[in-house]
């Protein structure tokens, strides 16, 4: 799986990862029973005119599904707090999830290193309610830009994995020591997956698949963020796989399956009618994609 000669400029092989989860997702939003509806993925990759199909395994569902369980928890929260919010995007890449959420009252920062917010610049401007942000990840140094009267939730979309388990955690821990009333989306993978794509990139320097320092099973998962963030809350957690692993069992798939998981901070106040709602909704949208299309 290597880079196209006419890949954009993209500085490393974690910013050009990008390309795979905007690949998936347009992909299976061209399916008229696709796991995901994502008008502006098709959109941008048609206008980038890369080969990616011969850099990449065909598209498996994985990216759209990964996708679909960040909108369904974003809405849940939005519907939750019940007023104005603003998501913040770490890592942002090529999401198009502000596009796919516009009917909600959301304000957006998007934030990347300058190669990828180029890129994004170019594809997907900013517009009133979209704000792009050139920032170090792992920092804070974008805060200033976030209104403080405003609820916030952090996505963390594909991003965890590649920093070490150190880095995860701190930036986790910093987080919440920001705003205690943070909710925060992200990601894992498991450890098998992790040691996949090591080896990958070890034996192609121009893989697209960047290394992932550590992964995880969804059955250790909330153990883990205790320790890391004790004063957090471990809302929820949904395993996410491809179709290819749609049949396994839970304990098979928690060798296998990604996850994505909810964390609150310990100021997180929620009314409990909208919060029970919002758990509702969530499991809903978990039982749908482990259906599949």
Known sequence: MTVPSTLPELDNPVARSCLASLYGRAVEAMHPDGAISDVEAVRVYVSLDLDLAASLPPPDGFHARRAALFDGYIEAWAAAVGRPATVIELGCGLETESSRLQHLDLDWVCIDGPDVIALRDATLPPGPRVKHVVADVRSLSWTAVVPPDRPVLVTLQGVPMYWSRREAAALLRSLVEWRSDVAIVFDT?????????????????????????????????????????????????????DRGHDQLSGRELDGLAACVAVVVGPGCQLDGARARAARAARSAVARRLAQGP
Do not use: N, Q
Not at 214 to 235: K, M, Q, V
């Open 189 to 241: 993978v498991t450890p098998a997956r992790a040691a996949a794509a090591c080896r990958e990139a070890e034996a192609d320097a121009a893989s697209m698949v960047p290394p992932m320092l550590w992964g995880i099973r969804g059955s250790r998962l909330r153990p883990l963020l205790r320790r890391w963030i004790p004063d957090a809350r471990a809302l929820d957690w949904v395993r996410v796989v």
